[in-house]
């Protein structure tokens, strides 16, 4: 029986890429996402991939969430928690709404969400559970304080989460990606981008692909000696010791 693979902000960029190459390689796919009901719609006509609306982030809307995928598709053994927003501005403009948002989506949800599956994993020996995080996670960013905060966060529950699970068949691993051509990116104005490419070794923006893959790697039974890394794919932008 192929295993259940879950996408957190699954329908749009990064996400998609992701829920589309987990299921060409067998997996049974279903994806959050929480606005967008258009791109949602057009996404599952596309795939035909389950897409269930939900705050990933609220605590009770996850179990319930988790529980109509598990109804659907079987118990989720792979879990990518990819949902994420922005909110930009220097921190002596950062409101504390901009703050909780940014903490809430990106970094809250990692526990939303995988406490909604950890405990079937437990019961199953056996769990993948991926985070993206972000080169700016790792390095900071102007005007991304809260931003920053959230995806170095992540790479912090990943480590101590790889602690508790590998006794259980549990991985727990973070991609940091860099720039990506995707439609935040593409919110950049052009000259601040160009400026952006002009520090990629490998001069130019990654592709969502390239993520999907590192992801694929990551949930198979080949990575289960591999947990709680962070693996950077930013085209050279920053290498990591």
Known sequence: ????????GGTRGIGAAIAKALKAAGYEVAVTYSGNDEAAAKFTAETGILAEKW???????CKAGVARVEAALGPVDI??????ITRDTTFHRMTEQQWDDVITTNLKSCFTMTRSVYEGM???NFGRIVQISSVNGQRGQYGQVNYCAAK??????TKALAFEGA????????VAPGYVDTDMVAAVPEDVLKKIIATIPVGRLGFANDIARTVLFLVGDD???????TISVNGGQYMVA
């Open 1 to 8: 029986m192929a295993r259940v693979a879950l996408v957190t």
């Open 223 to 229: 990575a289960s000696f591999v947990t709680g890394a």
């Open 152 to 157: 170095a966060g992540m790479i912090g529950f």
């Open 167 to 174: 006794a259980k068949g549990i991985t727990a691993n973070c």
């Open 55 to 61: 705050n990933a982030a609220d605590f009770e809307a």
């Open 122 to 124: 437990r019961e199953r």
């Open 79 to 84: 879990l990518v928690n990819n949902a994420g």
